[in-house]
Antibody, heavy 121, light 106 residues
Framework: EVQLVESGGGLVQPGRSLRLSCAAA????????MHWVRQAPGQGLEWVSG????????GYADSVKGRFTISRDNAKNSLYLQMNSLRAEDTALYYC??????????????WGQGTTVTVSS | SYDLTQPPSVSVSPGQTASITCSGDKLGDKYAFWYQQKPGQSPVLVIY???KRPSGIPERFSGSNSGNTATLTISGTQAMDEADYYC?????????FGTGTKVTVL
């Protein structure tokens, strides 16, 4: 079964760090680009970051550039998001999503259930 | 930055056709993708590359994209189609999501 399982969310104080993980199963992980997408409570979808199959291209939303770092370990079928200098506005449900191609051109055909990040003092 | 604009809400009667628009500068020069999200659930891709349906998506979902507007059409709308819908496109190496449309089946 194709699935993505996120972990690492939680309650964190402003200015602190958190690392999200996404474990992939049921498909050839290193064939596909991967993304993080977040959704603040009651709000729409916001793309956070993406990484191509071999990590040669990485993109970030302006809202997280310089604070967040995406990475992947193809040997472990895992995607990561290192989040530093967290702000209240980073509070959201964070989804891991698989792109239906290896490089940035297609839609996201598999989504995880998400992990919740709450930034509050 | 590149923006995609959708109407906040669309209402449709059961069995009728719902059309959801997504507007962006020269959007027709890019591929448009559409996602359905029901309350408490993760998004589901319902249209890719403007008009293609992934396996398992009913035929009543269709898409088009030309000029500055992409359109998702739900023909013969059913109660189960009540959800939020988001368009998406690529702008260079960044993903852009539309503002989202809540479809209500009255």
């Amino acid at each position: 079964e194709v699935q993505l399982v996120e972990s690492g969310g939680g309650l964190v104080q402003p200015g602190r760090s958190l690392r999200l993980s996404c474990a992939a199963a049921g498909f050839t992980f290193d064939d596909y680009a991967m993304h993080w997408v977040r959704q603040a409570p009651g709000q729409g979808l916001e793309w956070v970051s993406g990484i191509t199959w071999n990590s040669d291209r990485i993109g970030y939303a302006d809202s997280v550039k310089g604070r967040f770092t995406i990475s992947r370990d193809n040997a472990k079928n895992s995607l990561y998001l290192q989040m530093n200098s967290l702000r209240a506005e980073d509070t959201a449900l964070y989804y891991c999503a698989k792109e239906d191609s290896g490089s940035f051109r297609d839609g996201m055909d598999v989504w995880g259930q998400g992990t919740t990040v709450t930034v509050s003092s | 930055s590149y923006d995609l604009t959708q109407p906040p809400s669309v209402s449709v009667s059961p069995g009728q056709t719902a059309s959801i628009t997504c507007s962006g500068d020269k959007l027709g020069d890019k591929y448009a993708f559409w996602y359905q999200q029901k309350p408490g659930q993760s998004p589901v891709l319902v249209i890719y590359q403007d008009s293609k349906r992934p396996s398992g998506i009913p035929e009543r979902f269709s898409g088009s994209n030309s000029g500055n507007t992409a359109t998702l059409t739900i023909s013969g709308t059913q109660a189960m189609d009540e959800a939020d819908y988001y368009c998406q496109a690529w702008d260079s190496s960044t993903v852009v999501f539309g503002t989202g449309t809540k479809v209500t089946v009255l």
